[in-house]
């Protein structure tokens, strides 16, 4: 028997990843929003984090392995790439909350059309995404240092 998971997105969900462990999924919309969906210990799911990620509609998303930390890459039909990272924030020291935040660390805007595809590579190959527009160009980025999410140079580019 399925589960039914509450979805709080207003347009059709376009992509679904679970992450690295099958613990957490993500979901990305038409409404141009991403959520972050956590497995309870009873094994219902959860929405933790909900944001407005792209100016248009999020085509695809993926996660990064966890070696490099809780990352996830999007793309949109505003021609960009996002790569969002989690990042823990530590709440009123009385009530000891602490509050997941998904933060853009880098804007990808190399390519002229809708990019409809973004993959991170194997981790023996460092942290590397790839991204494929609407008129089939591929491109390569690699972030330099793992820790400085901000610089993602253009490794290569091809059709």
Known sequence: ??????????????????????????????????????QTSDGKWVASTEWKAHQG????????????????????SDHSAIVWEETVEQGR????????????RARLVDS??????????????????LTCDAVGMIRVYEAQDPMNLAHWPLQEEFS
């Not at 679904?16 to 972050?36: N, P, Q, S």
């Not at 509609?57 to 949109?76: D, H, M, R, Y």
């Open 112 to 129: 002229k059309e809708s990019i409809f595809d973004v993959k991170f590579g194997p981790k023996h190959l460092g942290l590397k995404l």
């Open 1 to 38: 028997e399925g589960t039914s998971i509450g979805v709080t997105h207003n347009e059709a969900v376009l992509d679904i990843k679970y992450d690295f462990f099958g613990m957490r999924m993500a979901t990305c919309t038409l409404d141009h929003k991403v959520t972050v969906w956590d």
């Open 57 to 76: 509609p999020v085509c695809k998303l993926c996660w990064a392995n966890p070696e490099f930390g809780q990352i996830i890459a999007t793309c949109s």
């Open 93 to 104: 020291k009385l009530m000891r909350q602490t509050n997941r935040v998904w933060t853009k």
